[in-house]
C-alpha cells in the first residue's frame, strides 16, 4: 500500500508539470497496457502499419527540448503502469505521440551482445537525437542504419 505522504508527493510533482506533459502522463498510462496488447496481437510491422496509417498532426512541430519532456513523460507513466512497459511498446506509444503534436521521428532499434546474449533495444529520435534516451543510446547498441518502417518487413 502506498503511504499518504509518497501519493502527495507524487501529486505535487503531477501538478508542477505543463498541462501538455501532465496530458501525455495520464493517456500514457491508459495507452501503455494497449500498445503493449496491440504490439503483442498484431507484431512490430502490423501494429506500426495501423498506427501510421494517421496523418502527421498540422500543428508547429515541437522543439527538441519539448518532445524530449513527452519522453519523460511516457517513461514515467511506464514506471507506474500496470503490466509490462517495455522499450518497444513505449517508444512506439512515444511516436505516436508526437505524431499528434505535429512532431515526425523515428522508432530506432539497435541490438548489442551482453555475454553471449544478444540483447534489442528501441527508442525514439527527432532530427536524429534522441527523445526518450540517453544521448549516446546509438553508442552503446549498433543501431540500423535507417528507421525501422513496416515496409521493412515485408
Given amino acids: 500500500m502506498i503511504a499518504v505522504p509518497e501519493i502527495s508527493r507524487y501529486v505535487s510533482i503531477y501538478r508542477a508539470l505543463p498541462a501538455r506533459e501532465q496530458m501525455v502522463l495520464l493517456a500514457s498510462l491508459a495507452l501503455l497496457p494497449l500498445f503493449w496488447l496491440g504490439l503483442r496481437l498484431a507484431g512490430l510491422r502490423r501494429f506500426q502499419a495501423w498506427l501510421d496509417r494517421s496523418p502527421v498532426a498540422q500543428r508547429t512541430p ?4 519539448e518532445a524530449a519532456a513527452l519522453g519523460v513523460a511516457v517513461n514515467r507513466a511506464a514506471n507506474h503502469v500496470l503490466g509490462p512497459a517495455t522499450c518497444l511498446t513505449r517508444s512506439l506509444l512515444l511516436r505516436w505521440l508526437l505524431c499528434r503534436y505535429g512532431t515526425i521521428s523515428d522508432l530506432c532499434i ?3 551482445f551482453e555475454g553471449n546474449e544478444l540483447v534489442a533495444h528501441a527508442w525514439v529520435e527527432k532530427d536524429g537525437i534522441p527523445v526518450n534516451d540517453s544521448l549516446d543510446v546509438a553508442t552503446r547498441f549498433a543501431a540500423f542504419d535507417q528507421p ?3 515496409k521493412m518487413f515485408l
Fill in 62 to 65: 515541437l522543439t527538441q527540448a
Fill in 148 to 150: 525501422v518502417l513496416p
Fill in 110 to 112: 539497435g541490438v548489442r
